[in-house]
């Protein structure tokens, strides 16, 4: 089994819950596995200000699916929430985001994923909650605890467990 990191973020609706129904949805416990998950997080808008704060957690996962597999199972699970990647506004709201941040230590660049993801180690509203759960874990080199050092995490407030 290959362990995976992802990322889990949305905005509209109550996105606790979704984010929590979008964890189970993702995780069968065959395929999917979830080994750890962070606390929620309260996050400020990236990208588009002019939106909703986030909510935002990451989770780790043992899975025999391959990295392209997990990305469609991912937004198999946006779209059961109703996401529509095709009309929505980038970086704009959005019920459910799941992001592959990381694939046990593969490097990956196709038109369809990117790994480790391309912005990871540049959203504090991502590392936050990663450096929860994996903070000693190494990503293209670096140590996830030590890059959430470098970025400013203003803002960002651990929600209280429900």
Not at 27 to 54: H, K, M, N
Not at 62 to 75: D, G, I
Not at 97 to 125: C, G, Q, S, V
């Amino acid at each position: 089994m290959a362990e995976a990191l992802l990322g889990l973020g949305g905005n509209l609706g109550d996105a606790r819950d979704t984010l929590d129904r979008a964890v189970t949805r993702l995780c069968d416990g065959t395929e999917i596995r979830l080994t750890a998950r962070s606390s929620d997080y309260a996050t400020p808008p990236w990208g588009v200000e002019d939106q909703p704060p986030f909510v935002n957690l990451c989770i780790a996962v043992a899975t025999t699916l391959a990295p392209l597999p997990l990305l469609e199972r991912a937004q198999a699970v946006e779209r059961g929430f109703g996401r529509d990647r095709a009309r929505e506004r980038r970086w704009g709201p959005r019920t459910v985001d799941i992001d592959i941040l990381a694939y046990d230590e593969l490097a990956l660049a196709t038109a369809e994923l990117t790994l480790p993801h391309p912005r990871l180690f540049e959203r504090a509203f991502v590392l936050v909650p990663l450096a929860e759960i994996v903070p000693e874990r190494v990503i293209a080199g670096v140590r996830v605890r030590d890059a959430l050092a470098q970025v400013n995490a203003t803002g960002i407030e651990r929600l209280p467990p429900r």
